[in-house]
């Protein structure tokens, strides 16, 4: 554990009682170092009281520089920060010292440029004054020493909150920094004016187990307080048979050993409870043989008297259950230090060890006097209700849309796409994504582990970040392109959410993909990544690529603006800017790198049953993975590789309704003489009957009711590579008519019946038709087919009857009319009155309105 020589502890307890409780978890930049080179370094510590989750809200530190108010480099914070724990940034040409925490541009400062801290947007903290560039550095009139170039700072320990005014003059008047010599490094890691201090690690034999049989374990633990270096010297531990001072056996110890844990050695043949850490032959033991744990070759803790042979077992005096044999012994808590003495009376006074009875195995791999604690899968990971049940998942149901879809454009396809995977997306919340990636990224090796994206590395789903330990939730489509808050649908979406090592998460930070292997540096600890961050790209190891590139393309298909809290992300082929980062902008690059990997990496049974698991969880699906040649039909035509052919389609730009139409693609050849194969897809229009493989389409053009395109996509392939060309046709709709004669009597007087006959000139076939009287008095009539017969009925006066035929093809009609004249017969002994012309039916008009005004 790093400690630091400070009053920070009593100065946070003074803060409680005189601040309210939104001030107890404080991220403040608590180190500033600007050396000579590229000795620069900063540090940000959580000067508070409770846990900073640092990617509920969006904490990025970022550079000013030379008096610029835009942003230029910046450093995303994520994973949790304890209270008193720190994060560093360092340059990646910084002296060894230095290299502390996380490489990051964002020190690529001097003395007069300005770093500002922000949490969503907002200022928290601040070195500089943003938007003015000094003399070189920004001093104090007040304190000759102080400078922000060529020097160390720290901020003082009664500073537990930071400076939120980043145009402020700089460092004001109540100076909060303790100034210290150029390229002092001492400080880094942990908050406060003084220099760290690191407990050692300290590793001591901690359990003992010799039972029946070959049910024989040691166990070593680091009891100090930092992690040891196994391979810095030579650790090593030996075995001495009945007395003996050559050793029989040896084990050399490697790699790190972080306070607290422990390492177990087993007997091969042991019982199943015994296999606990590695078999090995050290474990050859019986209750009168001696172990001895080495440095460098010198003693630094021991099991049994070196040189001695017990008989069947050492013994203590005192206490009567103690033995070597057929027990299982552990080491009291409080003993922190090895026995150095190999050559001491065993157990010795006072005696180190607890006795459990024969063949207990409980307490193997963790330090203590108690049985290890049962591990839970995840302890922080909420329990999750299925919402999908993949074993139902029909493909052909799921994505009936697309698949029964006709698409003119590769968008349309993809906005289809979208359509079908944003039904039923249930939005989780952050801390329940801890749970559904355990299932979705478990190691089918071993259910308690997650397997790490970039690392592929086998961890524990109980030391995630939320625990203390170390993976994370990283966001692959980096939530600053485009969703920097928690309650975005893009921030919790399990599709694009991945374990990962929190360092190498904090080293990929938010910058975008794209092949950098040639320029970059690979990433420590995870072979096969590689950063370049004047590129500002982040290249995966070639096992995941392919589950990197379908990530990005699932979150540019799922989100189209179309949600209410979601922007319309882009994937662009290019690599984004810090400005646009700084912006929030949806965009993330490079789209036709991923559409590359896509294909170098293909979809695998784990891609597939990663799929399951979010769809279990979370209702939606990754349509990448489960149709990976849809990849080439929505991003192919802006990334897919061209066959170098001119395509050349003849064809008229219209065509009348029924005539013959020809599409010819036959001169179209490659300059080599390589056969070309030819597919045409009709896109558009009433769907037609063709040969799809020939290099020349023999058509009739359809029957419409109005002008309307026919369309079709012509693809050439040489037998790996292709190209596309789209033609269109206007089919002219020409309007239904024909040449209609009436025969028969025209005229009748009241009671009459007609015929009417209608004749067609050169009656096409398959005409149906229909009478309908339009006007004049209502006569009866029948019709058969282009015959009508009415009978006239009584009028009051000569009047016309019209009556329409109805001529329709199956598509069109046309109607025709013809007018009967209906004649008024008087009745007998009447006839016309002299002079009964407009006057006279005047009076009679005038005879009414006479009579009611003289009732009135």
């Known amino acids: 554990m790093n400690k630091k020589i400070s009053a920070v502890a009593s100065a946070i307890t003074l803060l409680l009682a005189t601040v309210s409780t939104a001030a107890h978890a404080n991220l403040v930049i608590t180190e500033y170092v600007e050396g000579g080179g590229n000795n620069k370094a900063v540090e940000i510590s959580n000067l508070g009281t409770s846990d900073i989750d640092l990617d509920a809200s969006q904490y990025v530190l970022t550079l000013y520089s030379n008096g610029a108010t835009t942003p230029g480099n910046t450093a995303t914070l994520t994973g949790t920060l304890k209270p008193g724990e720190s994060v560093v940034y360092h340059n990646a040409g910084a002296d060894d010292e230095f290299k502390v925490g996380i490489e990051s541009t964002v020190t690529y400062f001097n003395g007069d440029d300005a770093l500002v801290l922000t949490q969503g947007g907002t200022v928290i903290d601040r070195v500089g004054k943003r938007g003015e560039r000094p003399d070189g550095a920004w001093t104090d009139p007040n304190d000759p020493d102080f400078s922000t170039k060529d020097k160390t700072l720290r901020r003082k320990e009664s500073v537990l909150i930071g400076d939120t005014n980043a145009e402020a003059d700089f460092p004001g008047t109540d100076n909060q920094w303790v100034v210290f010599d150029k390229d002092t490094s001492d400080g880094l890691g942990c908050p406060g004016v003084s220099a760290c201090t690191v407990e050692p690690g300290v590793l001591i034999i901690s359990e003992y187990v010799e039972g029946s049989g070959s049910n024989k374990a040691i166990e070593l633990s680091n009891v100090g307080g930092s992690t040891l270096d196994l391979d810095s010297a030579e650790y090593k531990l030996e075995l001495y048979f009945n007395g003996g001072t050559d050793a029989g056996r040896t084990e050399i110890l490697s790699g790190q050993l972080a306070a607290g844990e422990s390492i177990v050695f087993h007997n091969a043949s042991a019982d199943d409870e015994f296999k606990v850490g ?11 043989d001696a172990l001895v744990l080495y440095k460098d070759n010198v003693a630094i803790d021991r099991f049994g008297k070196l040189g001695e042979d017990p008989g069947s077992a050492w013994t203590d005096p005192n206490d009567p259950e103690f033995s070597t044999a057929n027990k299982t012994l552990r080491r009291k808590a409080s003993i922190t230090a090895g026995d150095t003495d190999p050559l001491a009376d065993f157990p010795g006074s006072p005696n180190q060890w607890l006795t459990f009875d024969i ?5 193997l791999g963790c330090n203590g006097e108690e049985a290890c604690p049962e591990i839970p899968v995840c302890s922080n990971c909420p329990e999750l209700d299925p919402v999908a049940d993949p074993d139902s998942y029909n493909r052909e149901v799921y994505y009936s849309d697309v698949l029964n879809g006709s698409f003119e454009t590769a968008e349309d396809m993809k906005n289809a796409i979208s359509a079908v995977i944003a039904n039923g997306h249930k939005q989780l919340s952050y801390s329940e994504v801890w749970t559904v990636v355990t299932y979705s990224d478990e190691d089918p090796a071993d259910s308690m582990n997650i397997l790490e994206l ?30 920097p808050s928690e309650s975005q649908l893009g921030y919790t979406d399990a599709h694009h959410l991945r374990p990962t090592n929190d360092r190498i998460n904090s080293t990929r930070s938010n910058y975008d993909f794209d092949e950098c292997s040639d320029t970059g540096v690979e990433v420590e600890g995870a072979p096969g990544n590689y950063l370049d961050t004047a590129k500002r790209c982040f290249e995966p190891r070639d096992l995941v690529k392919g589950d990197v590139a379908r990530m990005i393309l699932y979150m540019d298909t799922r989100y189209q603006g179309n949600d209410s809290n979601m922007p319309d992300l882009v994937a662009v082929d290019y690599i984004t800017s810090a400005e646009q980062i700084a912006n929030n902008e949806p965009l993330i690059g490079k789209l036709c790198t991923m559409y590359n990997w896509h294909f170098q990496d293909p979809v695998s049974e784990t891609d597939m049953q990663r799929n399951d698991a979010v769809y279990t969880y979370q209702g939606n699906r990754n349509p990448y993975v489960d149709n990976p040649e849809w990849v080439k039909e ?9 066959l170098d052919v001119d395509v050349i389609i003849a064809a008229p730009e219209q065509v009348n309704e029924g005539e013959a139409l020809v599409i010819d693609a036959s001169d179209t050849v490659a300059d080599d003489g390589t056969p ?9 229009g009433p769907e037609m009957s063709f040969d799809a493989s020939s290099a020349t389409l023999n058509l009739v053009a359809p029957e419409v009711t109005e002008n309307t395109s026919l369309q079709f996509n012509l693809t050439v392939s040489d037998g790996s590579l292709e190209t596309s060309e789209v033609v269109s046709v206007t089919v002219v709709n020409v309007p239904f ?17 007609a015929t009417i006959t209608a004749t067609i000139a050169d009656e096409p076939a398959g005409l149906t038709y229909k009478w309908n009287q339009v006007s004049g008095e209502t006569a009866e009539f029948s019709a058969e087919g282009l015959v009508l017969t009415v009978t006239a009925p009584d009028v009051t006066v000569d009047q016309s009857l019209v009556f329409e035929l109805v001529i329709n093809d199956g598509t069109e009609q046309v109607s025709k009319t013809v007018s009967l ?6 009745g007998s002994g009447w006839t016309k009155p002299d002079g009964a012309g407009s006057l006279g039916l005047g009076l009679l008009m005038l005879l009414p309105l006479a009579w009611r005004r003289r009732q009135s």
């Open 634 to 642: 929505v991003y192919g035509e802006q990334c897919g590789p061209k």
């Open 278 to 288: 590695t078999a090995s032959e050290i474990t050859y033991f019986n209750g009168d």
């Open 676 to 684: 070309l194969t030819f597919n045409w897809v009709q896109t558009a």
């Open 454 to 483: 970039y690392t592929g590395n086998s961890t524990a789903k109980n030391s995630n970040a939320g625990n203390g330990g170390s993976w994370n939730r990283e966001h692959v489509w980096a939530k600053s392109h485009g969703f």
């Open 821 to 826: 004249m209906v004649i008024n017969e008087p």
């Open 359 to 363: 063949d207990t195995a409980d307490g």
């Open 737 to 753: 008519d024909v040449d209609v004669t009436f025969d028969g009597m025209t005229e009748l007087n009241e009671g009459e019946v």
